[in-house]
């Protein structure tokens, strides 16, 4: 809440009059004065370094896993509503309950994590100041943030020979990506794409091409984002380039294509925060969205439909990883191994609707829906088929995948993205 | 209303003087200013010192006493800048619009139930801010409670919207802030002596003319604390343009939270923290000097 | 919330000024405005009240589905709201006794005492209330940043302290203005040790106004969002999970959680009000 006023007459009075005197102004400065020192004052860097052969890899390995132990006890820092809750009790997760019973071993379970951007800036002054962030495991968004971990040397190098279900069941498009060649640091969580989310009632025809939000029947009623990462690979693909290979003078195009878009009225909001009820209530025909944002929103009575358009969408993964720092690593990576275990991949699938990067887990869901009724029978029966879910091989030749900045290019990216939607 | 003292007048002067009372003001002050010196006084003169600074996240910060910084951040953000103070003042004003009539209703015409209306008035301040503000958004949803059945008559047309403009974003404002208007304006009406009304009625004066020529003057002090409570804050906000807002009505709020939690380049943060701090005080000092609120005290004490 | 706005004006009987004007027919166009201006403020916390007994059936709550009670019995069921209403209200207590501790003397020595630097402290009071609330949290930020604080629960807790202080000083200072010194005198002359004075005479007539600063501290640091979000660092208060759930939509517990903080809010004003009354008769 903004300032209270406490209007009575004297305090208010002390407003109204102009108390401060030169003398108070002069032994104010003179205060200032005395506090200079502060003036040399600096920030740090976090810059460590980082192992890039295999060898180095595997002795960085070797280094951090030898003689730690399993504890018994693990924390997961996670984005919000992004895994198996209970159809009946929102606070229960079944899989990491299973996992409990299974192992012993513990799981304190927050949800704590708005996006890449903010909780890096959360955590990175734990980092720096050598104290342990509280987290075991913590889930990060394949973006620039994570090149920023791996290169700060927060992240601890994974031991793959305890990941046997990684290295059997892991889908191969969700691999060995450009952030992390090798999965070194990360496996994934679950992907999703970023494509279209329109209501064919109100739009009154099939959206099939970027180009189509620009179409002026669609004037104030276009949702995008304040997401510099995401708007900048969609307009990338809009103006026909694969995002992955392409130069600063694509970006520049990708960024004017956006404007246009901007300065044509056809933009209602630029928010990642609002987009999602605003489909809902009508507010928008047509956004960008995540896959899975359609699927929960139909689940809760919209008839809103998703598109991989033409031009191509993206396919991102959100990845699990250990910090450097962690209490529990050994607990930490028996977890991440247990959630490439089909039936556990399954469930989660069924609660957050994403796309699943263990495609064995199709099958689970199919079976999952055979065995429930009613209600639920119907919606594991569409997810199992979903697209959303399992993107079919036509969709997955669509899919491209995010930019990988350095440093100074994403300073380059970000003036000509960002200026779009802080208009 | 408890009776206007003049505060600036010396206190009776003590017939006999205690030695205690010569330390006792300063140790009673002692704790509570050593919070806002290391708090408060020392973070604004911080954040001017990281402004000077250049680098980067990774490889850290370092003094250089760059002060290219602030024209370069007044430059990018001149256009949120302007904005943020013009949208503070379209605010400001339409809070003291809307405000001062009621504030004149509570203080003249609501006899015995004064307390009551501003109790009322005081009402949305036990309901969280950020939801008070989310709740404008199901009120004036396109085919909402509101505009639905408009459109549905044909009152406006179908595209119509008020969210995602800077109606909806200046609309916000007022209604967070209202409340600072109207309490320092009724506070001042109610110190408004009813024998000088009484008198000026006396001399002929017209309803009007005894509102304009004797009330309204002397409720300024009560319109300028308001002016004060409602322009900085709402210049300063970035919640009502973010959840609010559309395609360009970012203001300089939203840009600090940027610079500071994604991008992380504090300089440029500090620094337009630093220039949006000056230019409100700025603001605020001149606005002070030329209005010359030491007149209006003097005619109010007498 | 500031309560003792309403109890002044219990401070002398309702001679309102509109007594010696002379009474022309009354024209209701004003009170017919007053009352809708009312409506406009209060409109919002009714939607949010209402929704809070709307039978949704899923996270996103702003058609009208009909009326239950279920979110008001299934009030924790999302724990990290829980949590972090826990935050805010633990936040606000450890403040409200800080802030109230140490911003009392500063009013009681700005009220009674005149002495040398007087002046800068009512400046330092004045800016750090007239300074803008994201100009406070980012400079605090850049504090934190440049000593390599991490921000949580801590930091949030001397933030709030600090922009509480002004307010109970100038609450605790408008009430000792309207008070006369030469009474704690009679008590030292008529033997009354210093500590005796005090606590016999200046303090009971100071508590209400420590009420009434306490009260506002409360309310301020309960529903802050600018300074809270820069400080935080992982600490999730109320009023930040309210925001970042925008996203997904508000689940109705948060209205039933605005509700009741509503309402505690009212009871906990109305009983001040009614106590002020009781002392002032």
């Known amino acids: 809440m903004p300032h209270q006023p406490t209007p009575s007459a004297p305090w208010l009075r002390g407003l109204t009059e102009p108390r401060c005197s030169r003398r108070g102004l002069l032994r104010a400065a003179l205060g200032a004065a005395a506090l200079a020192p502060l003036a040399a004052c600096s920030v740090p860097g976090a810059r460590k370094p980082v192992p890039h052969t295999s060898a180095q890899i595997a002795a960085a390995v070797d280094g951090f896993w030898t003689g730690r132990e399993k504890r018994g006890r693990l924390s997961f820092a996670n984005y919000t509503q992004y895994i198996d809750t209970d159809p009946g009790d929102q606070s229960r997760h079944p899989t990491m309950d299973a996992f409990t019973r299974e192992t012993g071993i513990r799981i304190s379970y927050d949800e704590v994590i708005d996006d890449s951007a903010s909780w890096f800036g959360k955590i990175q002054p734990e980092f720096a100041s050598g104290q342990g962030i509280g987290y075991d495991l913590m889930v990060v968004g394949g973006d620039s943030y994570l090149s920023k971990y791996i290169e700060l040397g927060y992240l601890a190098p994974l031991d793959h020979s305890r990941l046997p279900h990684f290295a059997e069941r892991g889908g191969a498009a969700f691999k060995n990506t450009s952030f992390d060649p090798g999965n070194v640091y990360t496996v994934p969580w679950q992907s999703g794409m970023t494509g279209i989310g329109y209501d064919p009632a109100k739009v009154g025809r099939k959206i099939t091409s970027w180009q189509d939000l620009l179409d002026p029947k669609l004037h104030g009623k276009v949702g995008m984002w304040n997401d510099a990462v995401q708007m900048g690979n969609i307009a990338l693909l809009a103006v026909g380039v694969d995002p992955e290979t392409s130069t600063h003078a694509d970006w520049r195009k990708a960024a004017a294509w956006l404007r246009g878009q901007r300065d044509a009225g056809l933009v209602r909001s630029y928010s990642t925060s609002t987009y999602q009820s605003s489909l809902q209530r009508g507010d928008l025909y047509a956004s960008l969205v995540y896959s899975g944002d359609v699927f929960q929103a139909n689940q809760s009575g919209s008839h809103l439909e998703f598109v991989i358009p033409d031009e191509g969408g993206l396919l991102w993964t959100d990845n699990l990883c250990i910090p450097s720092t962690a209490a529990h690593p050994v607990d930490a990576l028996t977890y991440m191994d247990y959630v490439y275990r089909p039936e556990v991949a399954a469930r989660i699938s069924e609660t957050v609707q994403f796309v699943c990067p263990v495609p064995d887990a199709q099958p689970v869901i199919a079976r999952d829906a055979a065995a429930a009724t009613g209600k639920r029978r119907h919606l594991l029966g569409s997810l199992s088929t979903s697209p959303l879910v399992f993107p079919t091989k036509a969709d997955q030749s669509k899919l491209r995948h995010l930019r990988v900045l350095d440093e100074t290019e994403e300073k380059q990216w970000n003036a000509l993205f960002e200026p779009i939607y802080q208009s | 209303m408890e009776r206007a003292v003049r505060t600036d007048l010396p206190v009776l002067t003590r017939r006999r003087r205690r030695p205690g009372p010569v330390l006792a003001p300063y140790l009673l002050v002692l704790p509570g200013w050593l919070w806002l010196a290391a708090f408060f006084v020392t973070p604004v003169i911080v954040m001017v010192s990281l402004s000077l600074q250049t680098g980067d996240f990774i490889d850290g910060f370092r003094q250089t006493f760059h002060f290219r910084t602030y024209a370069d951040v007044v430059e990018t953000y001149h256009v949120q800048l302007v904005r943020s103070l013009v949208y503070g003042a379209a605010a400001t004003t339409a809070c003291a619009l809307v405000g001062y009539p009621v504030a004149y209703w509570i203080a003249f015409r609501a006899g015995r139930h004064k307390s009551v209306f501003l109790f009322l008035l005081l009402l949305p301040f036990f309901v969280s801010f950020v939801i008070r503000t989310q709740s404008w958004n199901v009120v004036l949803a396109d085919n909402g409670v509101v505009l639905g059945p408009l459109k549905h008559l044909g009152v406006l047309p179908a595209d119509f919207h008020v969210l995602a403009t800077p109606y909806a974003v200046i609309g916000g404002l007022t209604y967070n802030f209202l409340p600072f208007m109207v309490l320092p304006v009724y506070v001042a009406l109610e110190r408004v002596d009813a024998k000088v009304i009484e008198a000026a009625t006396d001399l002929y004066a017209s309803r009007a003319g005894t509102f304009w020529r004797v009330v309204l003057p002397l409720s300024l002090p009560g319109v300028f604390a308001g002016v004060l409570l409602t322009f900085v804050p709402a210049s300063a906000d970035y919640v009502n343009a973010g959840i609010l807002g559309g395609p360009s009505t970012t203001m300089v709020g939203n840009i600090i939270q940027t610079e500071y939690f994604t991008n992380l380049n504090y300089p440029a943060a500090a620094a337009l923290s630093f220039v949006l701090m000056g230019a409100l005080l700025l603001a605020v000092f001149t606005y002070a000097r030329a209005l010359g609120t030491d007149d209006v005290l003097e005619a109010a004490a007498r | ?281």
């Open chain 3, 1 to 281: 919330m500031t309560t003792h706005t309403v109890a002044p004006a219990q401070d002398t009987p309702t001679t309102g000024p509109a007594r010696g004007v002379r009474r022309t027919r009354r024209r209701p166009t004003l009170t017919v405005y007053t009352w809708l201006v009312l409506a406009w403020l209060l409109l919002p916390i009714a939607v949010m009240i209402l929704f809070g007994f709307n039978d949704t059936h899923s996270k996103v709550n702003f058609t009208w589905q009909g009326f239950t009670l279920t979110w008001y019995r299934h009030l924790f069921a999302i724990p990290n709201l829980t949590s972090a209403l826990v935050n805010s209200l633990t936040v606000a207590l450890v403040v409200t006794v800080v802030a109230t501790l140490l911003g009392t003397p500063i009013g009681l020595a700005l009220g009674r005492h005149r002495f040398r630097g007087r002046g800068s402290v009512d400046l330092l009071l004045f800016a750090a209330i007239a300074a803008p609330e994201i100009a406070l949290g980012a400079a605090l930020l850049s504090l934190f940043i440049v000593l390599g604080v991490p921000r949580g629960y801590w930091t949030v807790v001397i933030a709030h302290v600090a922009f509480c202080i002004p307010y109970v000083a100038i609450t605790v200072r408008a009430r000792m203005a309207g008070h006369d010194p030469t009474l704690e005198e009679a008590a030292r002359d008529l033997g009354a040790g210093p500590w005796t004075a005090f606590r016999l005479v200046t303090l009971p007539m100071l508590l209400p106004g420590v009420a009434s600063g306490a009260l506002l501290c409360f309310a301020l640091s309960i529903d802050d969002y600018v300074i809270t979000s820069f400080n935080a660092g992982r600490t999730v208060t109320f009023p930040l999970w309210v925001y970042s759930a925008s996203r997904t939509g508000v689940p109705p517990q948060v209205n039933v959680m605005g509700t009741l903080i509503f309402v505690g809010g009212l009871v906990i004003a109305g009983a001040n009000v009614l106590f002020s009354r009781r002392r002032a008769a």
